[in-house]
């Protein structure tokens, strides 16, 4: 079989992309008498999807648990069979950008000179050599309780939500040459409460009945969009709540 003459290939093209992430983990933790619940966390994480100088970022975390269960003087109140109180904060990452969204890539096209097929060469996209990590900075307050022998147990939690520099394609005028660029564009909030409440209302050999009830209210901001610009307007709100109710009945053997 002939070869086939390098004239003769007129393009090729392929599918194939590559992206990588790398993390490193390290955590320490510390308990006081088994009441007091200390954690420190740390990654480092990098990402060949960002620009270079912006691959690589360091995301901190802390956590405090209090076992108020533990405590005399909630040992001595007899409704209560576990309560314990949490505190969190965090910082974590995102690097949702095309793969080479951050690169400016090359492509080519065929046009008529003096009667001729010639090909050219241009950018197809506009490359941003600063896009960064988008961050996102969590402080949750919690509560786990139990009551009455642990048969009415549940969760309460609050929380704000903080993440800027979100990763967005920043619209540009067309007379440019491009109609949008990845930036680190915008601020949002959000704000919620999410309760969980588990009751064993009826529980014996032969019946059990269970409820459980989830509430949860959240609170949407945009408190910044393209860099500078606050967007002054009413914060979007939802609440949900769900309900379940399980029984079980046993068949009695004959």
Partial sequence: ????????????QTDYQQTSLASFLGRIQYSFMDKYLFT?????DGSSRLADGNKWAFFPSAAFAWMLGEEEFIKKVDFISS???RLSYGVTGN?????????????????????????????????????????????NIGLDFGFFRNRINGSLDVYQRTS??????????????????????????NTGLELSINTINVQ?????????????TNK???????????HI???????EISYAVFCLKKKKRK
């Avoid at 079989?1 to 090729?12: H, Y």
């Avoid at 420190?40 to 480092?44: A, Q, T």
């Avoid at 080479?100 to 941003?128: C, E, H, M, P, W």
């Fill in 83 to 85: 309560l314990k109180l």
């Fill in 95 to 139: 690097d949702a950008v095309s793969i080479y969204g951050t690169q400016s890539i090359v492509s080519n096209r065929n046009y008529d000179f003096g009667g001729d097929v010639s090909t050219s060469y241009y950018k197809n996209g506009l490359a941003n050599s600063k896009l960064t990590w988008e961050r996102t900075q969590e402080f």
């Fill in 164 to 189: 800027k520099d979100l990763i967005m394609e920043r619209q540009l005028p067309s007379t440019t040459g491009w109609t949008s660029v990845w930036d680190n564009i915008g601020k949002v909030r």
């Fill in 1 to 12: 079989m002939d070869a086939v003459a390098s004239t003769d290939i007129q393009a090729s």
């Fill in 220 to 230: 949407n901001e945009i408190l910044e969009l393209y860099l500078s610009l606050i």
């Fill in 40 to 44: 420190v966390s740390g990654r480092y």
């Fill in 233 to 239: 307007s009413e914060p979007t709100r939802q609440a």
């Fill in 204 to 216: 014996t050999s032969d019946f059990s009945w269970q409820t459980n009830i989830i509430f949860d």
